[in-house]
């Protein structure tokens, strides 16, 4: 079972951009796709975008993209979400979820494995 | 995006009881749902996968079935720590990964 540490959440205004990281441990970085998850206070779980084992696919719900990217360092094993043109029904709890395999392969598809999750709130 | 309705969204139970949990979806999903167990404060966790698998290490008392578009999960013997929120998720299209709204099982 992986270990999955996110960081990077913080207080931002409206317009504002942040990058969240999520540093990964215990398993093969590299063979699993990975996804970004976000909870708003007090609501329910919304999947925000996914990328391939091998970084060169990506997925993203129609809230969020053109404003946010995802990406991964497997020499690092860290993934990444670049958030640009914040909104304030962006502020949730973000959690990186390790995939249960790479979508690319015809696996996975759901999540083993969560962080315990970093807090991104927008507001002026 | 295929919408997954869950219900009921809170549920009044007792320990020892057997509670059921449903997950509708909008078109067919094959068998490709999973449902999670959320406490306060803490992030989700994988009980069961394909529907009905059930993830290593989770409880036998755990167990989903299909019937169509409709899942259930359901909880035997209900246990003090079995006491949260449980989540479905879709994932037969992954563009589109989508979770059901949730359903808060109370005391």
């Known amino acids: 079972e992986g270990q999955l540490l996110e960081s990077g959440g913080g207080l931002i205004q409206p317009g504002g951009s942040l990058r969240l990281s999520c540093e990964a441990s215990g398993f093969t970085f590299g063979t699993y796709a990975m996804s970004w998850v976000r909870q708003a206070p007090g609501k329910g779980l919304e999947w925000v975008s996914a990328v391939s084992g091998r970084g060169r696919s990506t997925y993203y719900a129609d809230s969020v993209r053109g404003r946010f990217t995802i990406s991964r360092d497997n020499s690092g094993s860290r993934l990444f979400l670049q958030m640009n043109s914040l909104k304030a029904e962006d502020t949730a709890v973000y959690y990186c979820a390790k995939d249960d395999g790479d979508y690319v392969s015809g696996t996975g598809g759901y999540f083993d494995s969560w962080g315990q999750g970093t807090l991104v709130t927008v507001s002026s | 995006d295929i919408q997954m309705t869950q219900s009921p969204s809170t549920l009044s139970a007792s320990v020892g009881d057997t509670v059921t949990i449903t997950c509708r979806a909008s078109q067919s999903i094959s068998s490709w749902l999973a449902w999670y167990q959320q406490k306060p404060g803490k992030a989700p966790k994988l009980l069961i996968y394909?529907?009905?698998t059930l993830e290593t290490g989770v409880p036998s008392r755990f167990s989903g079935s299909e019937s169509g578009t409709e899942f259930t999960l359901t909880i035997t013997s209900l246990q003090p720590e079995d006491f949260a929120t449980y989540f479905c998720q879709q994932y037969n299209k992954y563009s589109s990964l989508t979770f059901g709204g949730g359903t808060k099982v109370e005391i």
């Open positions: 394909k529907a009905s």
